[in-house]
Nanobody
């Protein structure tokens, strides 16, 4: 049974930082790209960042470039999202997901390409 468990969310003031983690279990994810998405109240889920299976390539939404960094530890089946200079508009539920296609060198931003999703972790940024 595949499981993705996010952690690290919370309440932070604008300008602060948080580090999200996503621990995967149930199979080996080292050959699959992984991504982070978020959903704000009343809005659709949107792409945040993704990382290739080896970690050599990353993709970011324009809104988070220069502030967020995605990384992974394949030995621990874990992906991270370091979020700095947080803004109130970063508020939402953050989800990690696993790409359905193995060995993708350029991580995709399309949520439809991701097969497995975690339950999400709430991030709230106060102004």
């Amino acid at each position: 049974q595949v499981q993705l468990v996010e952690s690290g969310g919370g309440l932070v003031q604008a300008g602060g930082s948080l580090r999200l983690s996503c621990a995967a279990s149930g199979r080996t994810f080292s050959t699959y790209a992984m991504g982070w998405f978020r959903q704000a109240p009343g809005k659709e889920r949107e792409f945040v960042a993704a990382i290739s299976w080896r970690g050599g390539a990353t993709s970011y939404a324009d809104s988070v470039k220069g502030r967020f960094t995605i990384s992974r530890d394949n030995a621990k089946n874990t992906v991270f999202l370091q979020m700095n200079s947080l803004k109130p508009e970063d508020t939402g539920v953050y989800y990690c997901a696993v790409d359905g296609t193995a060995y993708r060198f350029i991580p995709t931003m399309d949520p439809l390409e991701y097969d497995y999703w975690g339950q999400g972790t709430q991030v709230t940024v106060s102004s």
